[in-house]
């Protein structure tokens, strides 16, 4: 079964980039939505964006000036920069593939662990 | 965006109870919602879509109903591994939205 498994730094400095990648195992990132969802305690969940597998992707306006979701199909890879970071961005970042078929874009079926990512200097 | 308000925030309630939690969009979704189970230190579960419909290996003790505005997510008997925070989430428009979530207390 597909697993996912988010990774990269822990710890960002206010102004700098946030960059996670997202590892797909046991499965094809073809022909699915994957999205990249944050959570914490006082934003609670917060959608980020996803990208198809073909590339074509849909941000959060609240996020849009400063994401960029990107996909590697060679490496079945999933990755997310957030840039101009504050500590309002330190949260438990999560990949989600989406449902499929009729669903694909609108609901998460299968999650990362999570990754904890603080924005301190 | 489509602002999801979930009550209570809290309930408490003992095995074999019955629970229902509730979840109010701030306009019409249809049936465009899904209930998911969070356990500490882990990530959502999808219990839950299109309002009823419910996921593949979710126990049956779990049902969903609602459409428009007001939805519900109920827990027929409480199992001691259903003790966990439960959020709605919207899947009608974009931005996707969460509610802020229901924890189910040992009572």
């Known amino acids: 079964q597909v697993q996912l498994q988010e990774s990269g730094p822990g710890l960002v400095k206010p102004s700098e980039t946030l960059s996670l990648t997202c590892t797909v195992s046991?499965?094809?990132?073809?022909?699915?939505?994957w999205n990249w969802i944050r959570q914490s305690p006082g934003r609670g969940l917060e959608w980020i964006g996803y990208?198809?597998?073909?590339?074509?992707?849909n941000y959060n306006p609240s996020f849009k000036s400063r994401v960029s979701i990107s996909v590697d199909t060679s490496k079945n890879h999933i990755s997310l920069k957030l840039s101009s970071v504050t500590a309002a961005d330190t949260a438990v970042y999560f990949c989600?593939?989406?449902?499929?078929?009729?669903?694909?874009?609108?609901?998460?079926?299968?999650w990362g662990q999570g990754t904890l990512v603080t924005v301190s200097s | 965006d489509i602002q999801m308000t979930q009550f209570p925030s809290s309930v408490s309630a003992s095995v074999g109870d019955r629970v229902t939690i509730t979840c109010r969009a701030s306009?019409?979704?249809?049936?465009?919602l899904a209930w998911y189970q969070q356990k500490p230190g882990n990530a959502p579960k999808l219990l839950i879509y299109?309002?009823?419909t419910l996921q593949i290996g979710v126990p049956s003790r779990f049902s969903g109903s609602g459409s428009g505005t007001d939805f519900t997510l109920t827990i027929s008997r409480l199992q001691p591994e259903d003790f966990a925070t439960y959020f709605c989430?919207?899947?009608?428009?974009?931005?996707?939205?969460f509610g802020g979530g229901t924890k189910v207390e040992i009572k």
């Open positions: 989600a593939r989406g449902l499929g078929g009729d669903f694909g874009a609108e609901y998460f079926q299968v």
């Open positions: 046991g499965g094809s990132i073809s022909d699915n939505y």
């Open positions: 990208i198809y597998y073909s590339g074509s992707t």
């Open positions: 306009q019409d979704i249809s049936s465009w």
């Open positions: 299109l309002a009823s």
């Open positions: 989430q919207q899947a009608n428009r974009f931005p996707l939205t």
